[in-house]
């Protein structure tokens, strides 16, 4: 089974930039869908972008379209998230999870069984 590695987490200004990275070892990335969640504290685990197998078709949830972009290099084994313009609200701890299937209905954490330990984003001035 695949094991994930989220990195790049920190404290970032608002408006700024940040790229997460989610490396997976154990077995091929490119047969998983992968999917960037949140959480912030006293909140419950929220998804925010997927992205699918075969296609590369990529979703994103409403409170991220058009700032943030996820990419995958299969052949590093390795998904990204891009962050632009970041906002306080953005701060969380983010996690990258996988699953065999597509990204349909990657809205439920319910639905991926391997994920990351998770990566602390800061944002704040």
């Known amino acids: 089974q695949v094991q994930l590695v989220e990195s790049g987490g920190g404290l970032v200004q608002p408006g700024g930039s940040l790229r997460l990275s989610c490396i997976a070892s154990?077995?091929?990335?490119?047969?998983?869908?992968i999917g960037w969640f949140r959480q912030a504290p006293g909140k419950e685990r929220e998804a925010i972008s997927c992205i699918s197998t075969m296609n590369g078709n990529t979703y994103y949830t409403d409170p991220v379209k058009g700032r943030f972009t996820i990419s995958r290099d299969n052949a590093k084994n390795t998904a990204y998230l891009q962050m632009n313009i970041v906002k306080p609200e953005d701060t969380a701890v983010y996690y990258c999870?996988?699953?065999?299937?597509?990204?349909?209905?990657?809205?439920?954490?319910?639905?991926?069984?391997?994920w990351g330990q998770g990566t602390q984003v800061s944002v704040s001035s």
């Open positions: 999870a996988a699953k065999l299937t597509t990204c349909n209905g990657y809205g439920r954490p319910a639905g991926f069984p391997y």
């Open positions: 154990g077995d091929t990335l490119a047969a998983y869908a």
